[in-house]
């Protein structure tokens, strides 16, 4: 399965490990930046990666910022795009099996590494249930 990972400076050394996480489960994953912890502006980032995803070059796509609420609005900008702010991994489930998430947003400062792995993997694994959630989901864009 084919990932795109970005974000922003708060969330760059939580995208390293998660990079190096699934790399270790056999995924292939693309880095969307940043590539240092300076201070940066994360629509930089979240816009090529949401177009990627919208194009169907990658599966899902993994953003990280320091509440995820910025990546989260900016990728929501996309048609496409069905971008989820997760903080624990029941939230991760449903973000797929409800509503058919392809973009899980992670608050790098208000929540444990481990924790953010696990929503990941979650995420990862969770397959859109369909049936009477396709028609919502039908119904998002504008």
Known sequence: MKLAIGGDHAGFAYKQEIIAHLHAKGYTVKDFGPFTPESVDYPDYVHPLADAVERGEFAFGILLCGSANGVAMTANKHRGIRAA?????????????????????????????????????EFLKTSFEGGRHQRRVEKICC
């Open 85 to 121: 702010v997760v903080w624990d991994v029941p939230l991760a489930q449903l973000a797929r099996a409800h509503n058919d998430a392809n973009i899980i947003c992670l608050p790098a400062r208000f929540i444990p590494m481990d924790l953010a792995i696990r929503c990941t993997e």
